[in-house]
């Protein structure tokens, strides 16, 4: 297919304009149960696991709690090792920049918590070379408190829309 061909196809297809709205206000709630933890055998995704819940009630942003519920679901969905997070660096950044987070927030009288936010923190720092001070420095700026994915949505949006033309094109 030759640019000049892709490029008429796009037009043919007529898009119109359209604005999507989408939030997770609505992730208000924690999913868990009881047996959750059974069958995980690492221990610190034991303590991950203990960690998002406590991300969780203490965020205020509604993409966080979002981020929060799906670490906490793929532990007690998939019941992964420590490793498995390692292997998924997506997932082990929104960890890392979570815990990073926290850990300028717990009071030092916090000492459980502390204790497995540093241990986490100092291995995904070792693994990827990610620093949490660096991090947080960042995340400091972030001012905009309502979530705004009106971005995110455009551009998932426009990667299925090409998907689904190269589907077109190689399919049919």
Request: charged share 25%; glycine share 4%; net charge negative.
């Amino acid at each position: 297919m030759t640019n000049e061909n892709y490029e008429q196809l796009i037009r043919n297809l007529d898009w119109k304009l359209c604005t999507l709205r989408a939030s997770a206000e609505r992730m208000s709630e924690l999913i868990s149960f009881g047996k959750d933890l059974y069958g995980v055998e690492d221990f610190r995704m034991k303590k991950l696991y203990w960690l998002m819940e406590i991300w969780h009630a203490q965020t205020s942003y509604a993409m966080d709690r979002f981020h929060a519920n799906d670490i906490h679901t793929w532990i007690a969905l998939n019941k992964p090792s420590f490793e498995d997070l390692i292997q998924y660096e997506s997932r082990a950044y929104i960890v890392f920049s979570a815990l990073a987070q926290m850990n300028v927030n717990t009071p030092a009288s916090q000492i459980t918590e502390s204790k497995y936010l540093g241990d986490i923190l100092g291995e995904l720092e070792d693994a990827f070379g990610w620093k949490s001070t660096e991090l947080y420095e960042l995340g400091r700026s972030r001012n905009n408190k309502k979530d705004d994915f009106s971005g995110d949505i455009v551009f998932a949006l426009v990667l299925s829309m090409i998907g689904f033309i190269l589907i077109q094109i190689f399919f049919f």
